[in-house]
């Protein structure tokens, strides 16, 4: 089922032409002739009746209307319309609307326990889809955006140990663009439109919190040592080809690894390095 959008007639027209009615009415009955009393009285029902057909249109409003259960159309245009009396007429807000759902405990692609919670901002777009196609599309969306936030968190590690995997915490606009379209995909069917998800709450659950901890500094300490020996034997290298090029000194094999391994030493350790004179040769 689609919308479809009707033209109901000005509100203020029909007022004004009931209202002269109703006069009119009035004044037929007020001449206490029979004739004129009965006309008179069915003027002022039937105008009566008019002015019942009457309702007000708020911006970003759409009116539902229908006609004993038979779906007529939607009235968008605000201000004060006029359709028949007999359709009934159900307000549909088409107001941008945004809500956070729940924190959800769930576990992630590698079985750790996760608490998350997104914002998801959406509006109706199609008035007809979302009264006919669902009881309350405002509890739909809630439902639906929660099963989405579920499913997403389960097809992602919480932190990626590398660079090569997405995670739920190092690619946060990557997955928003996920969960917007397949919260859009559940929400299609009943006239919503998604204009923003994104993951308002993310954090391990109380319970291996700190053992996560833990584990997250040790990753970025095996990462920054990483990087630091990768430096090191750059530097090392750099310093040995200088030597050569410039035949400062010329070293065998053995004072070669050793030098290395003082360089090692002093570029790789925690701490700063105590210098020792060599007061005789290298080879001393």
Same mark, same amino acid.
């Given at each position: 089922?689609?919308?479809?959008?009707?033209?109901? *007639?000005? #509100?203020? @027209?029909?007022?004004?032409?009931?209202?002269?009615?109703?006069?009119?009415? *009035?004044? #037929? @009955?007020?001449?206490?002739?029979?004739?004129?009393?009965?006309?008179?009285?069915?003027? &002022?029902?039937?105008?009566?009746?008019?002015? *019942?057909?009457?309702?007000?249109?708020?911006?970003?409003?759409?009116?539902?209307? =229908?006609?004993?259960?038979?779906?007529?159309?939607?009235?968008? /245009?605000?201000?004060?319309?006029?359709?028949?009396?007999?359709?009934?007429?159900?307000?549909?807000?088409?107001?941008?609307?945004?809500?956070?759902?729940?924190? &959800?405990?769930?576990?992630?692609? /590698?079985?750790?326990? &996760?608490?998350?919670?997104?914002? @998801?901002?959406?509006?109706?777009?199609?008035?007809?889809?979302?009264?006919?196609?669902?009881?309350?599309?405002?509890?739909?969306?809630?439902?639906?955006?929660?099963?989405?936030?579920?499913?997403?968190?389960?097809?992602? %590690?919480?932190?990626?140990?590398?660079?090569?995997?997405?995670?739920?915490?190092?690619?946060?606009?990557?997955?928003? /663009? =996920?969960?917007?379209?397949?919260?859009?995909?559940?929400?299609?069917?009943?006239?919503?439109?998604?204009?923003?998800?994104?993951?308002?709450?993310?954090?391990?659950?109380?319970?291996?919190?700190?053992?996560?901890?833990?584990? =997250?500094?040790?990753? *970025?300490?095996?990462?920054?040592?990483?990087?630091?020996?990768?430096?090191?034997?750059?530097?090392?290298?750099?310093?040995?080809?200088?030597?050569?090029?410039?035949? &400062?000194?010329?070293?065998? #094999?053995?004072?070669?690894?050793?030098?290395?391994?003082?360089?090692?030493?002093?570029?790789?350790?925690?701490? #700063?390095? =105590? %210098? @020792?004179?060599?007061?005789?040769?290298?080879?001393?």
């Amino acid at each position: 089922m689609r919308e479809k959008e009707m033209k109901a *007639a000005s #509100g203020f @027209v029909v007022v004004a032409l009931s209202l002269a009615g109703l006069a009119a009415g *009035a004044a #037929g @009955v007020a001449t206490q002739r029979p004739a004129l009393i009965v006309a008179g009285t069915l003027v &002022i029902v039937f105008f009566a009746v008019v002015l *019942a057909g009457l309702f007000m249109v708020n911006p970003n409003e759409g009116k539902v209307l =229908q006609l004993f259960g038979r779906y007529i159309g939607t009235v968008k /245009e605000p201000g004060l319309r006029w359709a028949s009396p007999f359709y009934s007429k159900r307000s549909i807000s088409l107001r941008v609307r945004n809500f956070e759902t729940d924190k &959800i405990k769930v576990n992630d692609v /590698e079985g750790n326990p &996760i608490e998350i919670a997104a914002i @998801v901002v959406w509006r109706v777009v199609d008035s007809a889809e979302a009264c006919f196609m669902v009881d309350d599309y405002v509890s739909f969306v809630r439902v639906q955006s929660e099963a989405a936030v579920r499913n997403l968190a389960t097809r992602y %590690p919480y932190d990626a140990h590398d660079d090569t995997h997405m995670s739920l915490r190092a690619n946060s606009a990557e997955v928003a /663009e =996920q969960l917007k379209g397949e919260i859009q995909a559940r929400l299609s069917k009943a006239g919503m439109e998604v204009i923003e998800a994104r993951i308002a709450h993310l954090a391990y659950a109380p319970e291996i919190a700190q053992a996560m901890l833990q584990r =997250q500094q040790a990753g *970025a300490i095996i990462a920054a040592r990483s990087r630091i020996v990768e430096g090191a034997v750059g530097m090392v290298q750099m310093a040995l080809e200088q030597l050569a090029k410039n035949n &400062i000194v010329e070293l065998d #094999g053995d004072r070669k690894a050793a030098m290395v391994s003082n360089l090692l030493v002093v570029l790789c350790g925690e701490r #700063g390095t =105590q %210098p @020792v004179l060599n007061t005789g040769t290298i080879y001393q």
